[in-house]
C-alpha cells in the first residue's frame, strides 16, 4: 500500500493494515530465530567436527572410499548451511540503506558485472518514495532473487530492471536474454517465495520464458 493510499484509510482501517504488518514482520523474525537457533547452529556445529576429522586425517596412508565418503557430506553440508543462512536473510526484515532502493540495487548490479560478468541495465521512472517502505523492501528482495536466478540458471551476460514507480500499479521488470524454460518448471521455491512476497504487499508476480529466448519476471504492486 502506498503512502498516499495508507493516508486516504480511516484511522481503523490504517491501525488494522499496520497490525497486519507488524504480526508478518514478527511471524517472519520469529522463524528466522528459530531457524538460527536450531538448524543453522547444529550445522555450523556437524561441520566444525567433520572439518577436524577430515583435517586429521587428510595425511593418512589408510585412506580408503569412507575417507572420499565424508569428504561427500562435508560438502553437502556446508551447502545446506549456506541456503539456511540464505533463507535466514530473507526472513529477517531488511532496511533499505542510505542511499535508498536505487542504490542498493546499482550496487548489486556492480557486483555483479565485477564478480560474474553479468551486466545489469536499470531504469526507472518516477521516484522509489511513491511507494511504502515495505513496498520498498519487496521490490528489492524480489529484484535480489530473480538476478540470483539470472546467474545460477540463465547463462545470460545481460540483464534489464525496469522499475515503474509512477505507473499505477506500480511495475518492476527483470528481465535476461538467456536460456529460459518450460513453464512446467513455473514453481519452483524461489518463484513461489517471490509471489509471496507479493502477494503481502496486496500485488501479483507473474513469469514469462521461452526456452532459448531468455526469462522475464513482472512484480506488479497493488491495484
Do not use: W
Not at 538448524?39 to 572410499?65: M, Q
Not at 521490490?139 to 540470483?148: G, H, M, N, S
Not at 500499479?169 to 513455473?186: K, N, T, V, Y
Request: neutral net charge; hydrophobic residues 40%.
Amino acid at each position: 500500500m502506498t503512502e498516499a493510499r495508507r493516508a486516504a484509510l480511516t484511522p481503523d482501517a490504517a491501525a488494522a493494515h499496520q497490525a497486519v504488518e507488524d504480526a508478518v514482520a514478527r511471524e517472519r523474525a520469529r522463524m528466522a530465530r528459530e531457524l538460527h537457533d536450531s538448524v543453522a547452529t547444529d550445522l555450523a556445529g556437524a561441520i566444525s567436527l567433520f572439518k577436524v576429522y577430515v583435517e586429521g586425517h587428510s595425511d593418512s596412508a589408510n585412506k580408503g572410499p569412507a575417507d572420499g565418503t565424508l569428504i561427500n557430506v562435508l560438502e553437502i553440508l556446508e551447502r545446506m548451511l549456506k541456503q539456511v543462512r540464505e533463507t535466514l536473510a530473507d526472513l529477517r526484515p531488511r532496511s533499505i540503506g542510505p542511499e535508498g532502493l536505487v542504490g542498493d540495487i546499482r550496487k548489486q548490479a556492480e557486483e555483479f558485472s565485477r564478480l560474474y560478468s553479468i551486466r545489469v541495465e536499470i531504469s526507472t521512472n518516477g521516484t522509489e518514495e511513491m511507494l511504502s517502505t515495505h513496498q520498498r523492501e519487496v521490490v528489492y528482495q524480489v529484484v535480489r532473487e530473480a538476478l540470483t536466478n539470472v546467474r545460477r540458471h540463465s547463462g545470460s551476460s545481460i540483464c534489464r530492471v525496469k522499475m515503474a514507480f509512477a505507473a499505477r500499479p506500480f511495475l518492476i521488470e527483470i528481465a535476461d536474454e538467456g536460456l529460459g524454460f518450460a513453464s512446467a518448471r513455473l514453481g519452483g521455491y524461489g518463484l513461489v517465495g517471490m509471489r509471496e512476497r507479493a502477494a503481502g504487499v496486496g500485488g501479483r508476480l507473474e513469469v514469462v520464458s521461452t526456452e532459448g529466448r531468455g526469462t522475464t519476471v513482472f512484480l506488479f504492486g497493488p491495484n
